[in-house]
């Protein structure tokens, strides 16, 4: 009896089936991205931390392009003590509204320390992210690695960043503002700021060791709670046990980097209850890339969870 070229085949109904799927996959991730889950809490308009056991602060170019002049107010107005990730110019708005800066920009995390030849730059940027740290009384300067160079091994790249963070600590110290050596994922390659292919501090462990060789009180540990997840893991045991060395703090979801909600793999309310019951008194970042239509309101969600 001759086939029917009507009927289906097994694998073309296979292949219909997940390609409904994916497309399913896909509009609901569209709609997903257009604002919270159902079973995400938001935060009325009106609402405001506590900041009892939690500073918060928010880096502000995930939030871009949302003009400064609104951003700044409505940060302040539900309840974040500082700001970061802005150009100096904003700071006098945001002194303004009672705001502080709570980190200051160094040099950039391509061209870093683990080339020899950029020491000369990245001490010039340290050095006067330290000033400006002083003169608005901002407890922490970002430093990192640089990206790996061919040519550049992991020992001399390793030894190249400990001897520069010796020579410019002591600038830091007599100032009594910390560096903050900034561990990122190598591994996300999808987006510009999810992922950083190559960067030679990777590894939050090769990231310690170094600040345990530089040997200063004043060298600490950025510990990006999305960067140590992806690249790491085991999040909280990590945190507890990298406490010492911790100076700054930044959250985001993971995967995508997105808000602190339930469509991410990472327990947020069992993270920042780690941190409020542990001794650290620094600054807790939103550094997540908001997802939501409404990104005010996607703030306000990823503050409150915080807000412990």
Not at 18 to 31: E, F, I, Q
Not at 81 to 101: I, S
Request: aromatic share 8%.
């Amino acid at each position: 009896m001759p086939q029917d070229k009507t009927r289906l085949s097994r694998r073309d109904l296979i292949k219909s089936a997940v390609g409904t799927s994916v497309a399913g996959l896909v509009m609901a991730s569209t709609v997903q991205a257009a604002g919270p889950s159902t079973e995400t809490k938001v935060p009325a308009e009106d609402f405001k931390a506590t900041g009892r056991n939690i500073k918060q602060s928010v880096m502000a170019w995930c939030f871009n392009p949302m003009p400064m002049e609104t951003f700044i107010p409505a940060c302040a107005k539900m309840g974040l003590q500082a700001m970061e990730g802005l150009d100096v110019n904003w700071y006098p708005l945001m002194k303004e509204h009672g705001l502080k800066v709570s980190l200051c920009s160094g040099h950039g995390f391509k061209d870093g320390p683990v080339n020899p030849d950029n020491h000369a730059m990245c001490t010039e940027k340290l050095k006067g992210a330290i000033d400006t740290a002083v003169k608005w009384n901002c407890p922490s300067v970002i430093t990192f690695t640089g990206m790996s160079e061919k040519g550049i091994g992991f020992e001399q790249g390793t030894k190249n960043c400990v001897d520069f963070w010796k020579s410019v600590i002591p600038y830091a110290e007599e100032n009594n503002v910390q560096l903050v050596l900034e561990h990122l994922n190598s591994r996300d390659d999808s987006h510009p700021m999810k992922g950083h292919p190559g960067y030679f501090g990777d590894d939050v462990d090769h990231c310690l060791d170094m600040i345990k060789q530089v040997d200063s009180p004043k060298m600490k540990l950025l510990f990006d709670f999305y960067h140590v997840q992806v690249m790491n893991g085991d999040v909280i045991r990590r945190f507890r046990q990298s406490l010492p060395y911790i100076g700054h703090i930044h959250t985001a979801g993971n995967p995508g980097r997105g808000e602190l909600d339930e469509t991410q793999e990472m327990n947020y309310t069992a993270i920042i209850k780690a941190v409020a019951e542990s001794d650290y008194d620094g600054y807790v970042v939103q550094e997540y890339i908001p997802t939501w239509d409404d990104k005010l309101a996607s703030l306000r969600h990823g503050v409150a969870l915080c807000d412990v």
